[in-house]
């Protein structure tokens, strides 16, 4: 399977997926993109289409940290969960953005869980 097919389907399980998934101002969209070697995070309210808040392994907070990719995602999702609850969210939609639900996007959602984030 080449790239541009991977590419493809994922693009089209996104689009499937984000019928569903909604963000709104009380309870915004979890939005997580993988790259080869970092991982980004982010809240979107789509009523208004604004970003919220963003985290990533590129983020300047995150400068020193090492270990496992796994390891900081789940760093990633810790501080973001952080940073909502500091906001007062605490609650949100979870968007796998056409990733499968394992991994680093598993260790990612668990570790916004585990930090006080509903989903």
């Known amino acids: 399977?080449?790239?541009?097919?991977k590419a493809a389907r994922?693009?089209?399980i996104k689009a499937r997926s984000r019928a569903t998934?909604?963000?709104t101002p009380e309870r915004p969209r979890l939005c997580v993109f993988r790259s080869l070697s970092e991982i980004y995070a982010q809240l979107i309210d789509d009523q208004s289409g604004k970003t919220l808040m963003a985290v990533?392994?590129?983020s300047k907070e995150n400068a020193g940290l090492s270990g496992t990719k796994s390891e900081l995602s789940a760093?990633?999702?810790r501080q973001l969960a952080d940073k909502a609850l500091a906001q007062g969210i605490s609650s949100v939609v979870f968007d796998r953005n056409g990733f499968r639900y394992h991994g680093r996007i598993k260790a990612l959602a668990d570790g916004a869980r585990e930090a006080g984030?509903?989903?």
């Not at 399977?1 to 097919?5: F, G, R």
Request: aromatic share 10%.
């Open 1 to 5: 399977m080449s790239q541009i097919d």
């Open 10 to 12: 994922r693009q089209k």
């Open 21 to 23: 998934v909604y963000g």
């Open 56 to 58: 990533s392994t590129m």
């Open 75 to 77: 760093a990633v999702g």
């Open 117 to 119: 984030l509903i989903f």
